[in-house]
């Protein structure tokens, strides 16, 4: 079931990649997120009282999901003039924000592991960054609006674990795609009004990342957190980025050259050491049936 998420999630790359060559990016993520609004909905009826109504919580939530929105708008431009391996790299590189965030607001342990970590991750950033130049403003353009895009994600995230005791996770998933669907509409009427390509290929994707990527793996995710341990699942996500970038050179023939690859080496060590816990914080977590959110997508 686990290889099955990150299988799924890994495929969106893809997906998405040859869903924008039918559709403006702003008209596929509207789509997106209004699909995925009544889709999954249905999941709330059986945890509808697992949400306090208070004004604090509703406040985090909105902002919240506000930042989701806005992480998927600046990721949806950037994919449309870049690789979908060299997306999905650098948007996971949330991790690396998470901890600096959760650091100052949900006093997060700083060792020196872990700040090593952050520091390889950005120099590898900062090498892809600087090999972009080469490829021309729209390149680097990708890049600025990839690593803004990760920061908003980290955002939403820190946002949900500081009311993640009083909001089941099903709420945050619906109220991301609910609000992000509002949010979006705009954003899409401006630049280019909602479409919809009645080729199959693009309808096809569609299905995919609505039904497929944002229901089915959400649903299949939460229940994986729930039941499983979670320092295995959350890690597991790390090889989400690793496969889209296989398939985009599979399926779409991108290319990247050494130094690329070099930098892309570098994120991924940095965000998995600092996803990586002590041995006794792992041992403490096999035991909760129950743990804490680490990663979303």
Do not use: C
């Amino acid at each position: 079931m686990l290889l099955a998420v990150v299988a799924i999630w890994g495929l969106s790359w893809a997906n998405m990649k040859i869903g924008l060559s039918y559709s403006t990016p702003m008209s596929y993520l509207w789509q997106r997120a209004f699909f995925s609004t009544f889709m999954m909905a249905p999941f709330l009826l059986p945890h509808r009282k697992e949400i306090r109504m208070e004004a604090r919580v509703i406040a985090i939530l909105v902002m919240s999901s506000v930042a989701w929105a806005f992480s998927q708008s600046f990721m949806m431009f950037a994919l449309g003039s870049t690789s979908s391996g060299m997306s999905a790299i650098i948007t996971y590189s949330q991790p690396l924000f998470v901890f600096a965030m959760s650091v100052f607001f949900l006093r997060g342990e700083a060792t020196r592991l872990k700040m090593a970590s952050v520091l390889l991750g950005f120099a590898g950033i900062g090498m892809i960054y600087l090999e972009s130049f080469g490829s021309g403003m729209g390149s680097t353009q990708a890049i600025l609006l990839l690593l803004l895009g990760a920061f908003l994600w980290a955002v939403s995230i820190v946002g949900y674990k500081l009311i993640a005791d009083v909001v089941h996770p099903y709420w945050m998933s619906f109220s991301e795609v609910a609000f992000g669907s509002v949010i979006i509409l705009p954003l899409a009427l401006s630049t280019g009004g909602i479409t919809f390509s009645l080729n199959f290929p693009y309808i096809l994707s569609v299905v995919y990342i609505t039904l497929v990527s944002t229901v089915i793996a959400f649903f299949l995710w939460f229940y994986l957190l729930k039941n499983e341990d979670a320092v295995a699942v959350s890690s597991s996500s790390l090889l989400v980025p690793i496969i889209a970038f296989v398939l985009g050179v599979i399926i779409l023939r991108e290319t990247l050259n050494l130094n690329q690859v070099v930098g892309i080496v570098m994120v991924m060590m940095g965000v998995y050491f600092v996803n990586m816990k002590p041995a006794h914080a792992i041992s403490a977590e096999s035991g909760n049936r129950r743990p804490h959110l680490e990663l979303e997508s």
